[in-house]
């Protein structure tokens, strides 16, 4: 999810949140979700509005109702995928 100043990813590579300063960062380098908690949860909280606005099923929003915790050791969205399966 992209504002004017911000890059918002619910998850990110390692499957924690990331956040990208987009003024500063235009090419979105260098993540910043840890620096900015309370911007996070609120980005987050526009991202369920979205998906509501958009009539995403109750199943779909119960998998995005926790707000993002980008503390999160494994992260809060990962998969651990058995290996036969990939």
Do not use: C
Not at 24 to 43: F, G, I, M, S
Not at 44 to 52: C, E, G, P, R, T
Not at 58 to 84: R, T
């Amino acid at each position: 999810m992209v504002t004017d100043r911000w890059g918002y990813a619910p998850v990110g590579a390692w499957g924690r949140p990331e956040l990208y300063d987009l003024e500063a960062d235009p090419l979105a380098e260098t993540d910043v979700a840890a620096k900015h908690p309370a911007l996070l949860r609120d980005l987050h909280a526009a991202f369920l509005d979205h998906l509501v606005a958009h009539g995403a099923s109750e199943a779909f929003l119960s998998l995005w109702q926790d707000a993002p915790d980008e503390n999160a050791g494994g992260g809060i969205w990962a998969i651990d995928y058995p290996k036969e399966t990939i």
